[in-house]
Every structure is written in C-alpha cells, then in structure tokens.
C-alpha cells in the first residue's frame, strides 16, 4: 500500500467519527433533509478523503438511482454513498454529490449523532441543524 494523503480542511468541519478524518466543510451542504437506516444525513456538493465503493442500483425513496459507497479513506467505515446516476429527471440536481450519514460523522462542533437499535435518535447532538 501506498502513503496515505489526507486533506486538511480549514473552517466548520465534518470529520469520521471513528478516526476524526475530515470529510466536509458545512459550507458544502446542499440539503440537510436526507435520510438512511440510521437516520439523518446530509447531502453536500463535494467531499474530501473518502474512496468510493462498486456501483450499484438501488431503488430509494426519491426513485432508482445508480449509488457508490464511500469510505473514510484513514480508517475504512463506510460514511455515506455517492450519487453516479439518477435515473429519474427530477433527481439529476443529485448527480456526483454525495451523501454523508450524520450517525457516521462528528459535526463541526464535535457532536456525534447516536441511534437506538430501534433506528430512533437517542443522545447527542444535531445542534448544526438550526
């Protein structure tokens, strides 16, 4: 394997809640009203320090669309998927974003999200949504 490089980003960051790795700036958010299994996740126009995953077809709540896992680049977890291809017209605006699940990820201000095994929000903070 090869050195590992890894950027430092500058202002309000979201980092790997395993490993602190920064992922993406607050500044890059799109749409704070996506969801997953685990809850909510953000949509932001670019990431930083991930490796995307194999292409799949997977049929979501907005329709079918051709995703990509991505992953910390430091540690390996998994932190969100990658939108390759939205198959419906409507959803094109999400083509090459990405989508970062908040219980995966520490906010800017260090806060983690956290989930009950019932998928309900349990403890932490989601103060960055206001």
Same mark, same amino acid.
């Given at each position: 394997?090869?050195?590992?490089?890894?950027?430092?980003?500058?202002?309000?960051?979201?980092?790997?809640?395993?490993?602190?790795?920064?992922?993406?700036? %607050? $500044?890059?958010?799109?749409? #704070? !009203?996506?969801?997953? *299994?685990? +809850? /909510?996740?953000? @949509?932001?126009?670019?990431?930083?320090?991930?490796?995307?995953?194999?292409?799949?077809?997977?049929?979501?709540?907005?329709?079918?669309?051709?995703?990509?896992?991505?992953?910390?680049?430091?540690?390996?977890?998994?932190?969100?998927?990658? %939108? $390759?291809?939205?198959?419906? #017209? !409507?959803?094109?605006? *999400?083509? +090459? /974003?990405?989508? @970062?699940?908040?219980?995966?990820?520490?906010?800017?201000?260090?806060?983690?999200?956290?989930?009950?095994?019932?998928?309900?929000?349990?403890?932490?903070?989601?103060?960055?949504?206001?």
């Amino acid at each position: 394997m090869g050195r590992l490089f890894v950027v430092h980003l500058e202002g309000k960051i979201y980092s790997c809640k395993h490993c602190k790795t920064h992922l993406a700036l %607050y $500044e890059d958010i799109i749409s #704070k !009203s996506f969801h997953c *299994k685990h +809850g /909510k996740a953000y @949509l932001f126009n670019k990431v930083s320090n991930v490796t995307i995953g194999e292409t799949e077809d997977r049929m979501m709540m907005t329709g079918k669309h051709t995703v990509a896992d991505i992953f910390c680049v430091s540690c390996g977890s998994i932190v969100g998927w990658r %939108y $390759e291809t939205a198959h419906e #017209k !409507s959803q094109k605006y *999400k083509e +090459g /974003k990405s989508v @970062l699940e908040r219980f995966k990820i520490s906010g800017p201000d260090g806060s983690n999200y956290w989930v009950s095994s019932h998928g309900r929000h349990i403890g932490g903070s989601d103060a960055d949504d206001s």
